[in-house]
């Protein structure tokens, strides 16, 4: 992984087009981006292959897909009103803003140096790491603002109500209050109509927990799986997708009985592993990382983390750990908060043993984005080859698993004549019937349309040549050994399908 940084990854993405900034043109938003024609089907396969896996493959969970926007007191229950913040802190030097959890540590006490203004060659400082025991993560500066909750939630309002015009009708009023009065008018005023824009797709399947457990007539232990976005008005945003204010979520609640959740817990923890693991993420770049007692949240009775070493630059060099998917067990927390605050009951009845319980939740909640990010720089390879030409050349190549490569197959006609392209749009019209995505290109030498299809992290390579219009046959050249076989035309639907799928 030495040779892969953060500048290539990100330029791969804009030249092939999988990740854009979004409102380019414009100058774009902060932590807001577009997934450009190949990065939505790498984004799309992910969440496919998800889904396949963890409802389509089992017995034991369906799935919902839940409204963005909830009612405003289903935030009130799970506490994302009063206690969904970040401990935010400004850089007095480089102003810089930042959540100081995810701060690098310094020891306290500890004399550390930083360029004025956090500009590269500005004038050297040197201050003291306070006894909170970080820096800023961007200039390495201990000069920093004093810590300051911030909640993450967008807000938003819902009917023909403007809160703006409410407050301006209501200036004669506030004038007249004292400060803290005033405040709770404001806030009274904004209430009346505010919802929000939901920060996890998790609180849409715990409401829904009867409705499923009445239609679906499944029993625990049993799942409820969604693939959604959610937003969160988050503080630090960096590293490409990894942390924006919009991302969607691949979201699965398992209602198990109390005392079969530590059994369970240990089954998701292992199985989310190594699904990342089956589609191709080397083993040695990923780990469980267990939360110590003082990271949980206060509904976990335990949680593990799927994390990924990611190429991120920071003030210690090139490398982070990062999160890609949680696991918690949320114990009974989130039924027993709703049943309180709607008064309806979210207990289970077993039939065999006549016995009312609230179930255990365990919850594997993975990032689509980040998910896709992960996959991106996992598959970011370089390599020296030599040309026909004999001369030394870098192949960046993307070596996805073909599962979820963005374009399966690339069909060449070898030149653009003597009816190799008319055979080559023949082959893709077929393949394309039988669901396998293809590309055609015949602009430029073969050589190079190989090499363009590598960065696309293109499997599969066909070409159509003389022979092949003789004898009906063609060649399929594999992406990350570079060898060549001759096979059938007529096969190719069943060699591709079984190469990429495993079917037969």
Not at 466 to 479: F, P
């Amino acid at each position: 992984m030495s040779n892969i940084t953060m500048e290539k990854i990100v330029s791969l993405c804009k030249r092939r087009g999988f990740i854009f900034q979004s409102s380019e043109i414009y100058g774009g938003l902060k932590a807001s981006y577009d997934y450009g024609p190949l990065g939505v089907e790498l984004k799309r396969n992910i969440k496919d292959a998800w889904w396949r896996d963890m409802v389509h493959g089992r017995e034991d969970i369906v799935g919902l897909d839940c409204s963005i926007i909830m009612h405003p007191d289903v935030w009130k229950a799970s506490g994302h009103l009063a206690g969904f913040s970040d401990p935010l802190v400004d850089c007095r030097n480089c102003k810089e803003r930042f959540r100081a959890d995810k701060a690098p540590g310094a020891e306290p006490g500890a004399t550390v140096t930083y360029a004025e203004g956090g500009k590269s060659g500005g004038k050297k400082l040197s201050g003291t790491v306070d006894p909170r025991g970080y820096v800023c993560p961007v200039c390495g500066s201990p000069d920093l603002s004093p810590e300051r909750q911030f909640n993450l939630m967008f807000r938003t309002s819902l009917g023909p109500v403007d809160p703006l015009q409410q407050i301006a009708d209501a200036a004669g009023e506030l004038a007249a209050l004292d400060s803290k009065s005033r405040m709770a008018r404001l806030a009274e005023i904004v209430g009346q109509s505010a919802v929000y824009l939901r920060p996890e797709t998790a609180q849409g399947m715990f409401v829904n927990f009867r409705n499923v457990l009445d239609s679906s007539r499944l029993k625990p232990p049993f799942g409820i799986a969604q693939v959604g976005k959610s937003y969160r008005n988050e503080i630090t945003t960096s590293n490409l997708t990894f942390r924006t204010c919009e991302f969607e979520q691949m979201e699965m609640e398992f209602f198990c009985k109390p005392g079969t959740d530590e059994e369970w817990f240990a089954y998701w923890r292992d199985t989310r592993l190594e699904w990342y693991i089956r589609l191709g993420i080397h083993r040695d770049r990923l780990r469980l990382r267990d939360h110590e007692p003082s990271e949980l949240a206060h509904y976990a009775k335990a949680c593990s983390d799927v994390e990924y070493f990611f190429p991120f630059e920071n003030v210690v060099g090139t490398g982070e750990w990062g999160e890609l998917e949680g696991i918690a067990n949320r114990t009974d927390y989130d039924l027993k908060k709703h049943s309180e605050y709607s008064g309806k009951e979210l207990e289970y009845f077993d039939p065999d043993t006549q016995e009312h319980y609230t179930p255990y939740v365990i919850e594997p909640a993975a990032g689509a984005d980040r998910a896709a990010l992960a996959f991106l720089c996992d598959a970011y390879d370089e390599e020296t080859v030599i040309t026909p030409k004999g001369q030394e050349e870098t192949r960046t190549v993307l070596r996805f698993h073909p599962r979820i490569a963005p374009i399966k197959a690339a069909v060449f006609p070898l030149v653009k004549r003597d009816g190799m392209p008319e055979k080559a749009r023949a082959i893709i019209g077929t393949l394309l019937k039988e669901g396998i995505n293809c590309f055609y290109d015949q602009s430029g030498a073969v050589g190079r349309r190989y090499r363009r299809m590598d960065e696309a992290g293109t499997p599969f390579c066909i070409t159509v040549d003389s022979q092949t219009l003789t004898d009906d046959t063609v060649t399929i050249r594999d992406r990350d050994t570079m060898a060549q076989e001759r096979v059938p035309a007529g096969g190719l639907g069943e060699i591709l399908k079984q190469r990429i799928w495993g079917e037969k």
